[in-house]
């Protein structure tokens, strides 16, 4: 068997978006930890925080657009794509119940467990790209989601339960032990669940955001490649964001937060690096996300998401000093091996969309195709001129 790369990264751009994608995900879970208090609270107002960070998005991709074009083309696009614009409220109103549960579950996870259980959105992934975009997955693929949904299951595996052995160095017999010496908090994260589901409010809260993630990525995929593939990608990413706003801020009306989380006290404790750090990671992982999206698929994003465990459970040990354990080790054994059958067998999903082969392509063509949408527009006004004319003859 023998990688296919070439399938796997059409480009060199495509490889890029890859890594950048992964590195800054790692950053998320690192960086919301490194945020909160020492008993994992958070000292501000986190759906402020995903507001703000959504309106960062919009004025970054409007700046980007606005590079090459003028605002008011941009004004026009979104009023001549405006069904796109309503077709993207469902993928905000995903993202934003995704982003905003990201700092609910970190708060009780610690980094690790927090992304190897959001792998088990691997397999619901695979069944709803199925069905939107009608392309079946082979054996092999389906093995390696399969694979990989159950080296998520063995981190939640209790290895003394096989055996009796009192050096049993499983997770769960860990965690026992610290709680019977009350010693469990002797670092950051440590005192927050690193066995995976536990039958609580936690486990629903994960599962939600595993089902907002799946519905999410799938769907957006398929604005991006299908329903509004003809549309500038600036000016889909501006569509998310403007939805996204709206979504958070009614969720802020909801918890009667709306004027206050404006205050200056909020802002003030928003107003720090860690915090910010958050803000500009998270707003170019939803810009990097639209990349990837519309020039891989959401079936190579969710082993992106898989890789960052590896990078992860180092980055905490050496910053927060939690611990690698038995458990967590056998998982990524088993992700990888997952993730190295699935570059075997790709799944290929380009749509109406020809990845680029670098940056400076990607914006060619996508200046031939605003120039074309002047000269399509240019010509139907000529023609209503005409007609106008032949009206006024007769």
Same mark, same amino acid.
């Given at each position: ?83 796109v614009l309503v077709a993207y409220m469902v993928p905000a109103f995903l993202y934003c119940l995704y982003n905003n549960l ?13 992304? /190897?259980?959001?792998? !088990?959105?691997?397999?619901? @992934? &695979?069944?709803? =790209?199925? *069905?939107?975009?009608?392309?079946? +997955?082979? $054996? ?45 908090? /002797?670092?950051?994260? !440590?005192?927050?669940?690193? @066995? &995976?589901?536990? =039958?609580? *409010?936690?486990?629903?809260?994960? +599962?939600? $955001? ?30 998310m964001y403007l939805d996204s706003i709206v979504c958070n801020a009614a969720i802020l009306l909801i918890r009667g937060e ?59 040990y050496f910053l927060f000093a939690i611990p690698i354990y038995l458990n967590t080790a056998l998982a990524i054994a088993v ?60």
């Amino acid at each position: 068997m023998t990688t296919n790369w070439r399938e796997l990264f059409p480009t060199k751009l495509t490889f890029i978006i890859f890594l950048l994608y992964m590195s800054l995900f790692i950053g998320q879970g690192i960086f919301v930890t490194a945020s909160q208090e020492s008993n994992n609270s958070y000292s501000y107002n986190t759906v402020t925080v995903v507001l703000l960070t959504e309106v960062f998005k919009l004025i970054v991709s409007s700046c980007l657009y606005c590079r090459e074009n003028s605002l008011a083309s941009l004004v026009r696009d979104v009023r001549k794509d405006r069904s796109v614009l309503v077709a993207y409220m469902v993928p905000a109103f995903l993202y934003c119940l995704y982003n905003n549960l990201a700092f609910v579950n970190l708060a009780t996870f610690d980094p690790t467990t927090y992304y /190897l259980l959001l792998q !088990l959105r691997v397999v619901v @992934t &695979g069944i709803l =790209f199925q *069905i939107i975009f009608k392309k079946y +997955l082979s $054996q092999r693929q389906w093995m390696s989601l399969i694979l990989l949904t159950l080296g998520c299951m063995l981190k939640q595996v209790d290895l003394g339960s096989f055996y009796n052995d009192t050096n049993d160095d499983s997770e769960a017999a860990a965690i026992q032990a610290d709680r019977t010496n009350g010693t469990l908090s /002797l670092g950051k994260g !440590l005192d927050k669940n690193m @066995t &995976g589901f536990d =039958f609580s *409010i936690s486990a629903v809260f994960i +599962l939600a $955001q595993t089902i907002c993630s799946c519905l999410a990525g799938v769907y957006n995929e398929y604005l991006l490649k299908d329903k509004g593939a003809d549309v500038n990608i600036f000016v889909q990413n501006v569509f998310m964001y403007l939805d996204s706003i709206v979504c958070n801020a009614a969720i802020l009306l909801i918890r009667g937060e709306l004027l206050d989380a404006f205050s200056a006290h909020n802002m003030q404790s928003i107003m720090r690096f860690s915090v910010i750090i958050i803000i500009v990671n998270n707003a170019a992982i939803g810009i990097v996300t639209s990349f990837f999206l519309k020039y891989m698929n959401s079936i190579l994003k969710t082993f992106a998401s898989a890789l960052e465990l590896l990078f992860t459970a180092v980055l905490c040990y050496f910053l927060f000093a939690i611990p690698i354990y038995l458990n967590t080790a056998l998982a990524i054994a088993v992700v990888s091996y997952a993730i190295y059958l699935y570059t075997q067998s790709p799944v290929i999903n380009l749509g109406k969309v020809r990845p680029p082969a670098s940056l400076s392509e990607a914006t060619s063509n996508q200046k031939a195709k605003d120039r074309e949408d002047r000269e399509h527009r240019r010509q139907l006004l000529d023609e209503q001129g005409d007609t106008d004319l032949e009206m006024d003859m007769v």
